[in-house]
């Protein structure tokens, strides 16, 4: 279990950070978290939240091209 929280956290700020497109006080909200803790986790965890941010962006675009 000890090994799969840290997994688990990464991906539910990762899919906020997405979902929020990159706003940390908008996915701290989502997860039911305050900015600092999101802020302190993502830290512990590595999380740029910059490159979620390009990493969703390219997402979309990929979506945008294939219903082109």
Request: hydrophobic share 40%; aromatic share 4%.
């Amino acid at each position: 279990l000890n090994e799969i929280t840290p997994i688990f956290e990464k991906t539910m700020i990762d899919s906020a950070l997405k979902h929020s497109a990159g706003g940390k006080r908008e996915a701290a909200i989502l997860l039911g978290w305050g900015r600092n803790t999101l802020t302190e986790n993502s830290n512990n965890l590595a999380i740029d939240a910059n490159q979620v941010l390009i990493q969703s962006l390219v997402w979309l675009q990929d979506i945008e091209r294939s219903h082109e």
